[in-house]
């Protein structure tokens, strides 16, 4: 089982350095270029620390490191509405023009990747792919890991 492991990890670190490759002419990693593209598609609500941490299922710190990136360059900002103990994370000008081209960037290449990533298997095949890994992520989040 350790080999099935070690093909997450392999899938995981190839994703990671073709996004961040592609990601860089924006000056992004693809975790930051997630945050950005999150919250470029959640516009219609106000998002906070909490709300990034929670979709992405990671600790909040994990995000924080991320947004002070994302407001460094200058494509974030936090609310500075008094009184309200979490702050909502807003898009600059800038975030949301940027926002906007990788939503089209994505939504073209998007076949484009479905297409290497799934070479070779049919739709039936993507299904129980879809229902294994589903599955697994399940397990991953009981208390039987949480407690490992």
């Known amino acids: 089982m350790n080999e099935l492991r070690i093909y997450f990890k392999k899938i995981h670190n190839q994703l ?7 990601f860089k002419k924006h000056g992004l990693t693809s975790t930051q270029f997630d945050v950005l593209l999150y ?7 106000e998002n906070t620390l909490s709300d ?19 407001e460094q360059k200058g494509f974030i900002r936090k609310s500075t509405a008094a009184g309200t103990r979490s702050k909502p994370i807003l898009l600059t000008d800038s975030g949301k023009q940027l926002g906007e081209q990788l939503i089209l960037e994505i939504e073209q290449k998007s076949p484009l990747l479905d297409e290497i990533m799934f070479a070779g298997l049919s739709e039936d095949d993507k299904q129980v792919l879809k229902k294994m ?4 992520y399940q397990n991953l989040k ?7």
């Open 16 to 22: 990671e350095a073709g996004f961040n490759k592609e």
């Open 39 to 45: 919250l470029s598609r959640e516009t219609g609500r």
């Open 52 to 70: 990034i941490a929670s979709h992405f299922d990671v600790k909040h710190t994990s995000v924080i490191h991320v947004l002070k990136l994302l």
């Open 133 to 136: 890994l589903h599955q697994i």
């Open 142 to 148: 009981s208390d039987a890991f949480k407690n490992f």
